[in-house]
């Protein structure tokens, strides 16, 4: 069974920084490419950032140099660390494995106040 917990958001003033935390069990994780993607109210759900298996990263334009995304293998988790936050960054942040299978956490809230 796949199971993908989300932890690490909260409120938080613009320009403030938050780290995300996804804890996945049921897939062999050092295999896995593993992304985080966000749905803002009223918004459809959009890709934030993703790794590969081998580390390498791809981000959304909208977060670039902003955002930057890691992965402990051994914790099989993988993290959003999120610098000069703004209020559009305010949304649900949901983990996933992409490729793995449909997939998803909980999700998480993320408030940025102006």
């Known amino acids: 069974q796949v199971q993908l917990v989300e932890s690490g958001g909260g409120l938080v003033q613009a320009g403030g920084s938050l780290r995300l935390s996804c804890a996945a069990s049921?897939?062999?994780?050092?295999?896995?490419?593993m992304g985080w993607y966000r749905q803002a109210p009223g918004k459809q759900r959009e890709v934030v950032a993703v790794i590969s298996s081998g580390g390498n990263p791809t981000y959304a334009d909208s977060v670039k140099g902003r955002f930057a995304i890691s992965r402990d293998n051994a914790k099989n988790t993988v993290y959003l660390q999120m610098n000069s936050l703004k209020p559009d960054d305010t949304a649900v942040y949901y983990c996933?494995?992409?490729?793995?299978?449909?997939?998803w956490g909980q999700g998480t809230q993320v408030t940025v106040a102006s």
């Open positions: 996933t494995a992409p490729g793995s299978g449909n997939y």
């Open positions: 049921g897939i062999i994780f050092r295999l896995a490419a």
